[in-house]
């Protein structure tokens, strides 16, 4: 008898996550249908990140410790706040920035990929380094040498997939759930 309240807990609380995983998958599509609404929604996302990384760094600065502290922060601060007011204005160009960030960060992140495959190649699993270091370089590649006409698709395909196999992950594993649940019945 005492199961049964957290039997019923764990039902509720994958019918919530069931729930959330859908809403990601269907986020996801969205994505992938809608890449330049996507990306220019991304990138007014971040603006407001970064607004909101500005303020932080205002309201804080009294408390940073010395007056280097506090000069330090407040530029930071209003470095950052005016970078995200400019990307909220003008969030296609802070797309095509972004897009061209990400392309060089892939194509750097995919040469240490292969430098730290080659140093490990002896070690069990060292293949996926490889693997991850040519999936990495090509779509770098792929964002460098289509930029600036990859940033209508880039971020939103990469937001989109990642999206798309979060939520069908968090479906799989909270259906097995459930169906353990199910089954104890």
Avoid at 42 to 70: E, N, R
Avoid at 129 to 147: F, K
């Amino acid at each position: 008898m005492s199961a049964d309240p957290v039997r019923n807990a764990l039902k509720r609380g994958t019918t919530l996550g069931i729930i959330w995983a859908v809403i990601l998958v269907l986020c996801g599509i969205a994505a992938l249908a809608l890449p330049v609404v996507a990306g220019i929604s991304a990138a007014i996302f971040l603006a407001i990140l970064i607004l909101i990384s500005g303020v932080i760094h205002l309201t804080t600065a009294p408390v940073a410790g010395g007056f280097g502290g506090y000069l330090w922060r407040t530029l930071v601060g209003i470095v950052y706040i005016v970078g995200g007011i400019w990307i909220f204005m003008h969030p296609v160009l802070g797309l095509v920035s972004f897009t061209l960030v990400l392309g060089w960060m892939f194509l750097f992140e995919g040469i240490l990929y292969l430098l730290s495959y080659f140093q490990a190649r002896r070690t069990g699993g060292a293949g996926w380094l490889l693997v991850d270091g040519i999936v990495t370089l090509v779509l770098a590649l792929l964002i460098l040498v289509h930029w600036p006409s990859s940033s209508a698709w880039a971020i939103a395909t990469i937001v989109g997939v990642n999206l798309l196999i979060s939520g069908f992950t968090r479906l799989m594993a909270l259906s097995a759930v459930r169906a353990a649940l199910n089954a104890t019945d």
